[in-house]
């Protein structure tokens, strides 16, 4: 009797491996075959994204190929649209005599003290308004009417307030982005979860516990997008603000090319204005993908 008992447990035991055995056999190949898809997804991916890069890179030599031969063969007028040609030639010579980086240099100084500022300045009013239920509903009439304004009109009065110099500049920046922060974040603090709210309240947390806690890490996406349209809202007010007072800096450049009749210097310096934004653009998207990917 004990011998049956005995092999029928060890039966048991036997059986009861082989199927953890299979199990595991099951699993591994269930995690090789989400190994494969996944590995074959990012092939895919890689293989999508040269092809991306390239057809770029080949449309933007198009552009410019055609460009230069309708230049040269006069199908526009050289004087208003210049060629790549002129530009580069124009650029380099400017490089040469190291002219140029003193106007770069001091438009993206400005554009990005006006984008950080902006950013910061507009998320932190943000904030105090959610704050304060009563200080929203009275700011938010004025939020919607100076939303509307045409702040770029404002610049004389900032040049007559603050000077023909850097700080006009920077408001004329600011008068731009601040509003424009204040409006998507605070809107995006609004419509974070009341759930989460409810939580946090339940656990005896404060409202600045439930700002800190659940509000402002619901948001981070709608601050790193507020970041990506404040970095063309930053150039438009610093160039803006270096046409009114300016003696150096690209939009410097731009103005002087209209007065002398050089279109050159006034394409090529919105080239320059469109490499610059590109690569503070690419420094947001990085950023993007490091506070998102910490969200996650």
């Not at 006009?168 to 009341?194: C, G, H, K, M, W």
Request: aromatic fraction near 10%; charged fraction near 20%.
């Amino acid at each position: 009797m004990d011998k049956r008992v005995i092999e029928e447990e060890r039966r048991k035991h036997e059986s009861g491996s082989a199927e953890l055995a299979r199990a595991a056999a099951e699993k591994n190949a269930g995690n090789r075959l989400a190994e494969s898809v996944f590995a074959d997804f990012r092939r895919k991916e890689r293989r999508m994204s040269v092809y991306v890069r390239i057809t770029q890179i080949v449309l933007l030599v198009l552009f410019l190929g055609v460009w230069e031969v309708a230049g040269r063969m006069k199908w526009i007028d050289g004087l208003l649209f210049s060629s790549p040609s002129r530009i580069f030639q124009l650029l380099y010579t400017k490089v040469a005599d190291g002219s140029l980086f003193l106007h770069i240099w001091v438009t993206v100084l400005e554009t990005i003290a006006g984008f950080l500022l902006g950013t910061l300045l507009g998320t932190a009013i943000a904030a105090f308004i959610w704050l304060s239920p009563f200080l929203s509903r009275v700011l938010d009439p004025y939020l919607v009417v100076a939303n509307s304004l045409p702040k770029v009109a404002l610049g004389p009065l900032f040049i007559v307030a603050l000077g023909p110099g850097l700080l006009s500049i920077i408001a004329t920046t600011l008068s731009i982005t601040v509003i424009i922060t204040i409006l998507n974040v605070y809107t995006s603090f609004r419509e974070v979860d009341p759930n989460q709210q409810k939580v946090i309240r339940i656990f005896g947390g404060s409202r600045r516990a439930i700002f800190t806690k659940a509000i402002l890490p619901a948001s981070y996406p709608t601050i790193v997008s507020t970041l990506k349209v404040n970095v063309g809202l930053a150039w438009v007010g610093v160039i803006v603000g270096e046409f009114l007072v300016s003696k150096e800096g690209l939009g410097y450049l731009i103005i002087y090319g209209f007065q002398v009749f050089n279109f050159t210097l006034v394409i090529g310096s919105v080239f320059i204005i469109a490499i610059a934004a590109t690569l503070m653009y690419q420094g947001v998207a990085y950023l993007e993908g490091k506070l998102i990917g910490k969200r996650d």
